[in-house]
């Protein structure tokens, strides 16, 4: 109230500079109670009109964050009161797992499934150099250099040189070179291999001269014909079948050196 006070007695000063020296020694009429509470109504009315127009000033922002305080604070009461519905947590752990997957692939890359591409030499094909894919292969024509195939390769034709791949059939092949399969090896009737040959399995119906070592089972067919010795966990011989080598279960589960190790020591 003191603000208002002494804004009052400032306009009032004002006022009586401004009226003439004869209009201000006239005498003003009294005025009853009634007519003096309305003037000082609205110039209190006028003050306020005029406060507002002026620069923001300190009563101003106190207004102005009694004013806004009670609305930041229905905001937030509001933003406590939202429900967490649970196709939100549903929404969260999908996110979770399509980071996992994102992670996993960048840090931890699958191996690209390759058996749909199947690449094929024909018979009227020679390749004078190595030949490499990362698909399968079935090779008719020529190859003089090495080969290497990540899936299955299918050999039909002539390769001179050195065959590795995932798993191996041959059926009527030349091969000179040795073969490696990380899987299971077929070597058909009519094939003709010189070089050792390596696999988790095989069966043979074919001719190899070179030692044979697999760490699984071995099958010789009645056609078969070995010239090299043999190594395996199992061996199975068909009636016909020509070894010219030792055959040695030397990844059998029983030793027979130490079998007769303990019968050696009793004596």
């Known amino acids: ?17 401004l009226i003439p020296e ?41 207004k102005k964050s009694l004013e806004s305080g009670p609305q930041r604070q229905d905001k937030k009461e509001t933003k406590e009161k939202e429900v ?12 979770k797992e399509d980071k996992k997957e994102k992670y996993k692939r960048l840090n ?35 190859i003089n250099g090495d080969v290497e195939v990540d899936g299955k390769l299918n050999a039909y034709g002539t390769i001179n040189g050195n065959s590795i791949a995932g798993d191996i059939y041959t059926d009527s092949a030349k091969i000179n070179g040795e073969v490696h399969s990380m899987g299971s090896v077929r070597i058909g009737k009519g094939t003709v291999i010189i070089g050792n040959v390596f696999a988790t399995s095989a069966v043979i119906s074919g001719a190899v001269k070179g030692d044979i070592d697999v760490n699984g089972e071995v099958v010789l067919e009645s056609s078969a014909i070995i010239m090299g010795d043999i190594k395996s966990k199992t061996v199975q011989i068909s009636n016909g079948a020509v ?15 130490s079998f007769f190790d303990v019968f050696g020591d009793a004596e």
């Open 108 to 142: 931890h890359p699958e191996k690209e499934d390759i058996s749909g591409n199947m690449n094929m030499l024909t018979e009227d094909v020679v390749i004078n150099g190595s030949f490499t894919t990362k698909g399968s292969a079935k090779i008719y024509g020529t």
């Open 84 to 95: 967490y519905k649970p196709e939100d947590a549903q929404e969260d752990e999908k996110e």
């Open 243 to 257: 070894i010219e080598g030792r055959c040695s279960q030397c990844y059998a589960e029983v030793s027979p050196t």
């Open 1 to 17: 109230m003191g603000f208002f006070q002494d804004l009052k007695s400032d306009l009032s000063t004002a006022v009586n500079d």
């Open 22 to 62: 004869e209009e201000a020694t006239e005498k003003e009429p009294e005025k009853s109670a009634e007519e003096l509470e309305q003037e000082e109504e609205e110039l209190k009315a006028a003050l306020s009109a005029a406060i507002d127009k002026l620069p923001d000033s300190d009563e101003k922002e106190e």
